[in-house]
């Protein structure tokens, strides 16, 4: 049996650690999966915040793989273009074909895409994103951008015609969504 090697985000650690569970619980379930891995990388939450931060960790877990892995498999989607060059210099990489971890809680790019274009506005979250705490739940998208600073500290840095620019800027993302769903991936606490 082939060596797979898993790199994901924090965000989606409950459900790994769940389903693998459940595979050595229940091995009749799992008899046609190929593709479970044998070792797993988990890389702290928020890098999707910073494409190229992303990029560079992911990359770095890649080169850092065990000798004998025969497939790397990540637990990333495209996370706004994070995983865009990343590559497996001699097995081959596999890169589910989502946008995020929404679209993998959901179950596939096309239920998101009926989700979200059934429900604009709406701000998804799951488990992994309620128990990372205030750095998801609490702080806003702006903030996660390194933004969320005062009009005196962007003034400061960027001048005052700057300064108001971003400060509108940051807060035109709660015009954005106008609700959120809470995504229950069925893991019991």
Same mark, same amino acid.
């Not at 693998?20 to 988990?42: E, N, T, V, Y």
């Not at 928020?46 to 000798?67: C, F, M, S, T, W």
């Not at 495209?78 to 990489?93: S, W, Y």
């Given at each position: 049996? *082939? ?12 459900? /790994?650690?769940? !389903?693998? &569970?459940?595979? +050595? %619980? ?61 590559? *497996? ?12 971890? /929404?679209?993998? !809680?959901? &179950?596939?790019? +096309? %239920? ?61 993302? *709660? ?15």
């Amino acid at each position: 049996m *082939a060596k797979h090697y898993l790199i994901c985000c924090e965000i989606i650690r409950r459900e /790994i650690e769940y !389903l693998l &569970g459940q595979k +050595k %619980a229940d091995h009749s379930r799992w008899a046609g999966a190929c593709l479970l891995p044998s070792q797993i990388c988990f890389l702290r939450k928020g890098y999707h915040e910073n494409p190229a931060q992303l990029r560079e960790e992911v990359q770095k877990a890649i080169d850092a793989a065990p000798a004998d892995v025969e497939v790397v498999l990540t637990g990333y989607g495209l996370c706004g273009k994070g995983l865009e060059g990343v590559k *497996a210099r001699n097995v081959p990489l596999i890169i589910p074909r989502v946008h995020d971890c /929404i679209s993998l !809680l959901m &179950g596939s790019a +096309k %239920a998101y895409e009926q989700h979200f274009n059934a429900n604009p506005g709406t701000y998804y979250y799951s488990p992994g994103w309620v128990e990372w705490g205030k750095d998801a739940v609490e702080r806003t998208p702006s903030e996660g951008c390194g933004l969320g600073k005062s009009f005196e500290e962007y003034a400061a840095k960027y001048g005052e015609e700057n300064a108001r620019y971003l400060v509108e800027l940051e807060s035109t993302w *709660a015009t954005n969504y106008t609700q959120a769903v809470y995504i229950d991936t069925g893991i019991p606490d």
